[in-house]
């Protein structure tokens, strides 16, 4: 089968590294994805999204992959940086017309300077 | 600016007293939802409303209620609070049009201690 990366509750790295988080999503019916990050005491912000007519998709140092074969998401943040330091969550919806969301276990990632 | 603000931001208050945490958006976002986070759970998500007088149940709407009368408006009511109650509550807000999901804006978040 295919290997995947495992979700890890906590992720350190060091700044100019490339970081990587995986999330298992729970739905297959799902088809709309996204990535949040939440720094602390504060709401989660909006990263990048996905739908799942994509399979990878990218944005500025940041890039989501989705194996719907395997419902299993990815978050690469490149170059990552201290302002990077914060919780990350995905999250998972159908495309349209139902609100239903639900969060995965966010990884907390720490960069060292 | 574009936001959604919550208040109170943080509250104490007794088993049985009922409170109301409002949340309001200046985005004219048809979608709207409430959260709640707690150590080691994550957000799970307690009701939404995809319109105005359109609400609905998310994972853990037990001891909730909500209202959408208006658009910009979504409050969290808490009848008879517990104390399984205190947890970080987050609104949050997006574009729905076409029934195509966005994502989604968050608050800072309302700090409830239900002694």
């Known amino acids: 089968g295919e290997s995947v990366g495992l979700h890890l509750p906590t992720l350190s790295v060091q700044e100019g590294d490339n970081s990587i988080i995986n999330c298992a999503y729970s739905n297959s019916a799902s088809d709309y994805f996204i990535w949040y990050k939440q720094e602390s005491g504060k709401g989660p912000q909006f990263i990048i999204d996905i739908r799942s007519n994509m399979d990878k998709r990218q944005g500025q140092r940041v890039t989501v992959l989705l194996n719907k074969t395997v419902k299993h998401l990815s978050l690469q943040i490149a170059a990552t940086q201290p302002g990077d330091s914060a919780v990350y969550f995905c999250a998972e919806m159908l495309n349209t017309n139902a609100g239903k969301s639900t969060f995965g276990d966010g990884t907390t990632l720490t960069v060292k300077p | 600016e574009a936001q959604v603000t919550q208040n109170p931001r943080y509250l104490i208050t007794v088993t049985g007293k009922k409170l109301t945490v409002t949340c309001s958006q200046n985005m004219n976002h048809e979608y709207m939802s409430w959260y709640r986070q707690d150590p080691g759970l994550g957000l799970r998500q307690i009701y939404y409303?995809?319109?105005?007088?359109?609400?609905d149940k998310g994972d853990v709407p037990e001891g909730y209620k909500v209202s959408r009368k208006e658009k910009r408006n979504f409050p969290l009511i808490l009848e008879s609070p517990s104390p399984n109650q205190t947890s970080l509550y987050f609104c949050a807000s997006s574009l729905f049009g076409g029934g195509i999901n966005q994502p989604q804006h968050f608050g800072d978040g309302t700090r409830l201690s239900i002694l």
């Open positions: 409303s995809m319109n105005v007088e359109v609400t």
